[in-house]
């Protein structure tokens, strides 16, 4: 029996609630044949589609997880850290980290050796000290997304909680602060917009697609290189979503 496609979004949606299931649990040998570039041992605790390249590594820990959606790749040099959502035709650089950790710094010292104990500042006690306003319980997200066909530059820095939407390109060296709209080109440090890939109305109509959530086959046999000829074209062709299965190696997904 044929399996029911389940959209990209949906399969964020279930990640974010810790809920996304593989398919299909493959043997470290195996992987290859799924069009997997990289060693075996990088996919460990990372949930995938078929024709990824992992080439960064994972620093995952043993209850957590990470996505990488069809036709996504990173390249060496860089780490990608638990819950991070990679969606489809991604093509991240070199040396790129998304989900950067970090330390407090509210404290003595910032070495993870001296959090030490102690009580809560007051806000009085925070305004004396000169800190920054705490932020509020549950503010940050703990995942950080990149949605699909965003391009990532060489050496660019992702913070936890930030969402890359689709279609969205980060400058070489950025550091990604805070979330980026479709489309849109942002670079620096930290990271501003500069101008968008297209106009919005074609930004509307290409989102409105979901491309990502077809064939790759299919969505090869459009005229790509132009985004007017591409829209009308889809539009005129009658196709169902692909049902992408969700992969994970032996030994690593419980």
Known sequence: MAMSPILLADKLALFRDNKLQVTRIVAPDDAQGLGISGEAKRLTRLLFERNIGVHAQGIIGAKNHSFFGAHSYINAGGYFRAWVFVGRYCSIGRRVTIGAGSHSMDGLSTSTILRGSGALYSETQRMAAGLMPERL?????KF????????????????PGVTISTGAVIGANSVVTRNVEPYMIVAG?????LRSRFAPAIVEAILETRYWDYST???????CGNVFEFIDSFHASVKSPEPFETYGVAQTIP
């Open 137 to 141: 319980p549950g503010s940050k997200s």
């Open 144 to 159: 950080t997304i990149i949605e699909s066909d965003v391009w990532i530059g060489d050496g660019a820095v992702i913070l």
């Open 189 to 193: 440090a930290p990271a501003r917009p």
């Open 217 to 223: 086959e299919f969505i090869k046999s459009l005229p």
